[in-house]
């Protein structure tokens, strides 16, 4: 357990007086009421000997009993809620005077229908339409809609925990058994995470799961229905990934590295779960094009989980560094040219959350180190400005002290850091005491010289330096784009167009065309679905791309295509611009459509929706 710092804006516990040792749960899974029922048994050590209570984080959670050790604790009281939840106070005075002293406290309760954490599918929304389904996403503040806890990227513990579900369920651990229970019909699943991880990334699941091998120590877990198709895809490729990794930073700390298939609703690409990546079945488009994403979610297996932002005030050192990591990756598997074009296809969406954060009158969460005091939901600052922007500032490291002594100091930074949390300032003072030692004193010079830390930390919209990636792979994509852009009626187009093309090259072409000042014509939107069957493409990246041309260019026929497809995916990287795209070409449409399809979409991406429609 590592605590580095006693304050974080986004936690309501009191964490200057406390720390979690280890955290143990027991659950029953509840598909007919749609909750969670439990007991959490929190080891908790007091940093002084003057503590007066125990403050926890809990949102929307019914708090039924609460035991400090053989004690029940008939006072304890509930904050009224805000942002960022409901304040749990206990009270408790030591009765020894020893700061090394463990108090065990343990916490009866239920998750609500408000549970922000949880999202419940009935069979209708899954692909086999027999049996419901459950899944979490905790990150970034939601563990403690889930169970009472020190909700905070600063406390780091390992956990164990005992589910009964009368379907399969995964966790973010290690499962250790499982038995049956002829009386109740639930199977119990009994799990074990021996590393010390944030709360964000506890994980629970529970549907009906089968699995196939992809892998040495890598086990692909889906519905039966969609099995041999993502097997299919992640199977030639995952156990490289992880090969590549190690061998860019140091071995797999996890023993086992397992990928959940979850249906459509879930709301980001991956979630870096520890032995358990979730990931978006948008992934499997039937040619390996998507599996980068792996990449980057493995990479976390390093940056986040073993190495962790101390609060989400610092989240780039989570983000930044994982994208850092997964074009190394990328490198070693691809060449440099991969690396450059993958960060050029990032740096654009970087410039797209600038603008559109711009638009929005919210230019400060364009900072790499956010201002998130006064109640924010670190929600709202969600972008790509921690990872490419983040990214950006360690390419440009990499500039000044050059790739040999920057994959030196990837290493070393690991290490150093393994299993405890960290700020941006750590980190800088780390470097630069590092680069000194081990690069020279001229080295060091450059790097004091070249590294405008106030400005990378503080300054609001995109960094002064401009990265300069290397263009050999987008210059076939400039040049088509401008060739439509100057097309007349007579200009002939086919698939000979982009034949052998990257699927990231068409992703880009995509993203130039939606970006012209001048919006393509209508008959030019129909005519470039025509040449590249656009519209049938099983590839949410392509997909979304071209949808996005057709909405700017106000282009009606596609409309009631778009309305239905935005019910088909829950992904927040589609759905969110989407919308805003919709809601700018027809506004009635696209409320019309977000009521029609909202309890589809899971709980926070249907928040952060709802906010881009102003409703």
């Known amino acids: 357990m590592i605590v580095t710092k006693a304050t974080d804006p986004s936690s309501l516990s009191n964490l200057s007086d406390w720390r979690t040792t280890k955290f143990d749960l027991d659950l029953t899974v509840d598909f007919g009421k749609k909750i969670v029922t439990g007991t959490v048994e929190l080891a908790l050590k007091p940093t002084h000997v003057n503590v007066t209570e125990i403050v926890l984080d809990t949102s929307y959670l019914d708090i039924h009993s609460i035991r400090i050790g053989e004690e029940d604790v008939d006072d304890f009281t509930l904050d009224e809620r805000n942002t960022l939840g409901s304040a749990l106070h206990i ?5 020894t005077r020893m700061v090394n002293t463990t108090v065990h406290v343990s916490i009866k309760f239920s998750t609500t229908s408000n549970c922000t954490a949880l999202q419940w599918l009935p069979p209708a929304q899954t692909s086999g339409k027999q049996h419901p ?35 399969p369920v995964v966790m973010s651990a290690l499962r250790t058994s ?12 009994n799990f074990e995470q021996p590393l010390p991880i944030p709360s964000y990334l506890v994980a629970l699941a529970s549907g009906d799961l089968a699995s196939a091998r992809i892998g040495p120590r890598s086990t692909l877990w889906t519905e039966p229905k969609e099995l041999l198709a993502s097997k299919w895809e992640f199977e030639h490729d995952t156990e490289e990934f992880i090969r590549t990794a190690e061998s860019t930073v140091s071995n797999y700390a996890w023993q086992t590295y397992d990928i959940l298939i979850l249906p459509p609703s879930f709301p980001y690409g991956g979630m870096e779960n520890p032995n358990m990546t ?3 079945p948008t992934l499997v488009s039937g040619d390996r094009s998507n599996v980068d994403v792996v990449a980057h979610e493995l990479a976390h297996s390093w940056s986040g989980n073993l190495v ?15 994208v850092y990591l997964e074009r190394m990756i990328l490198r070693g598997m691809h060449g440099e040219e991969a690396r450059q074009f993958s960060a050029l296809i990032g740096y654009q969406a970087l410039v797209d959350s600038v603008d559109e954060f711009k638009e929005q009158g919210h230019m400060e969460y364009t900072r790499l180190i956010p201002d998130l005091t006064g109640c924010k939901d670190p929600d709202d600052a969600f972008s790509s400005v921690p990872y ?9 490291i990499e500039k000044t002290i050059g790739m040999d002594l920057m994959d030196e100091f990837t290493k070393a930074y690991f290490a150093e850091y393994r299993l405890k949390t960290i700020d941006s300032f750590t980190f800088r003072s ?10 020279g004193e001229e080295v060091s010079e450059k790097l004091a010289k070249e590294i405008d830390w106030e400005d990378w930390f503080y300054a609001q919209g995109l960094a002064k330096v401009d990265p300069n990636f290397d263009t050999t792979l987008a210059q076939k994509c400039y040049a088509l784009t401008k060739k439509w852009e100057e097309a007349d009626d007579s200009t002939s187009f086919s698939k000979d167009d982009i034949k052998d093309w990257l699927p990231g090259q068409l992703v880009l072409f995509l993203d130039k065309l939606g970006a012209l000042s001048t919006p393509l014509s209508n008959s030019k939107v129909e005519k470039l679905a025509a040449a590249y069957d656009l519209r049938s493409s099983h590839n949410a990246e392509v997909l979304s791309r071209y949808y996005a041309v057709a909405l700017k260019s106000k282009w009606s026929d596609v409309y009631k295509e778009v309305a239905d497809w935005l019910g088909t995916v829950g992904r927040m990287k589609f759905v ?8 700018e070409s027809d506004k009635e449409l696209a409320v019309k459509t977000f009521e029609r399809f909202k309890d589809f979409y899971h709980p926070i991406c249907r928040e952060m929706v709802k906010k881009d429609l102003g409703l």
């Open 576 to 583: 969110r611009p989407t919308y805003r795209l919709l809601r």
């Open 91 to 95: 009270p408790h005075v030591l009765r």
């Open 430 to 439: 780390f470097l630069e005491n590092w680069v000194k030692t081990n690069g």
């Open 308 to 322: 962790t932002n101390v609060s989400w005030e610092h989240f780039w050192l989570n983000e930044g560094w994982t």
């Open 278 to 280: 979730f990931a978006t």
């Open 388 to 396: 490419e922007k983040g990214f950006a500032l360690l390419y440009h």
């Open 133 to 167: 389904y459950l899944f979490s996403q905790c990150q970034a503040i939601h563990a403690r809609s889930l169970f009472p806890c020190q909700d905070t990227p600063s406390v780091k513990a390992p956990y164990t925990a005992r589910v009964r579900s009368p379907l």
């Open 178 to 189: 499982t038995s049956y229970d002829r009386d109740t019909g639930l199977t119990e699943y």
